[in-house]
């Protein structure tokens, strides 16, 4: 339980220095080091990807500039971490603004835990992937939904 509250406290920290741009002294923490790349990379905290009300999900930071897709994450954990749930989030933003992700010049995912940064040049055949079955999912639990009315 303390270990939740802690990694709640490091997200909200870390949320508040990206929104205002405060710079970190120590880039050997786990935190710095998510916060100052956030910042080079004029990242947004806690940005929430909506498709539907059956599939969204609050991305810890994301930006999209000159066709390049960034999406970063913060673990502060001890648990294994796997880019999937970060997959999920690029095909929740393409689908969320209608961007095909076969249009982009690049989707960046990161995942930064225990110091290291962990990264993933996403497969666009991948997020298409994704995209397709919540659009096939959210279909099905839309039509299970009118037949249950």
């Known amino acids: 339980m303390k270990a939740a509250l802690e990694g709640v406290e490091q997200h909200r920290y870390a949320a508040v220095c990206i929104e205002e741009r405060i710079v970190q002294d120590n880039e050997r923490s786990t935190v710095g080091l998510y916060i100052n790349q956030c910042i080079q990379y004029r990242m947004h905290p806690e940005v929430v990807l909506f498709y539907s009300p059956n599939s969204f999900g609050t991305v810890d930071a994301i930006a999209y500039r000159y066709r390049i897709l960034r999406i970063n994450d913060l673990k502060t954990g001890v648990s294994r971490t796997s880019e999937w749930q970060l997959y999920v989030y690029a095909a929740l933003f393409c689908l969320e603004y209608g961007i095909d992700p076969f249009s982009m010049r690049g989707i960046e995912l990161r995942i930064y835990q225990d110091g290291e940064v962990k990264l993933w040049h996403a497969d666009p055949f991948k997020i ?22």
Do not use: A, S, T
């Not at 298409?128 to 009315?149: C, S």
């Open 128 to 149: 298409r992937e994704i995209m397709d079955k919540i659009i096939k999912f959210d279909n099905i639990l839309n039509q299970l939904r009118e037949e249950v009315k």
